[in-house]
């Protein structure tokens, strides 16, 4: 029984000391990585927003696009689909590969009552999903968008800007929130 004991408490250890001296010290570098990386394609630019805005304004008030040719709205309705008015930053986030690597994490920081840190991966997964889910909405949104201005129907497509700049902001605001975690991340892992 006492061998047992000793045996168990060994291999604690050793996975004690791995989690503490090769993973937390790595993990600080891929999160110190990322964070670095999130200013160059994380957010949306604030004129971009409100020119979504303006546009619906125009658009609502004006019913500009009945003055539009059905061929011209066609062909416009075609680049929208196409997305060439997103980011491909924004449209090309995957986090599934991320997410597993993030719940093997979260079970070795658990297991070396560092629960902290596993909350804060917890976190930052979930923050991830609302971005995915974000740029899912807004593809959405955008293929609305060019459906609705193929067949001049003004005040949804006016609607679809609004709401695609509302979801912009979301998407904004979520990276941000993103940062911070991430920050309070490499905090946790350094202490």
Partial sequence: MFIVIVAIVGIYGLFYAAVTT????????????????????STINESTITELESGAA???SM???????????????????????LPPEFVNQNFEEYDRTNENKIWAYDLILRGDISNQLKNISST??????????????NQK????????????YAEDLRNTANNLRQYNKTMEKLKTQLQNLINQLQQ
């Fill in 145 to 156: 968008a060019a459906n609705d201005f193929e067949s001049g129907d003004s005040k949804a």
């Fill in 128 to 141: 991830y999903k609302e971005i995915k889910r974000l740029n899912n909405e807004t593809l959405s949104l």
């Fill in 22 to 41: 090769v993973l937390m010290p790595m993990d600080t570098d891929i999160y110190k990585d990322q964070l670095n990386t999130i200013p160059e394609l």
């Fill in 58 to 60: 125009v658009t609502e």
């Fill in 63 to 85: 019913s500009a696009l009945a003055y539009t040719s059905s061929e011209e709205r066609t062909q416009m309705a075609n680049i929208m689909r196409m997305g060439s008015n």
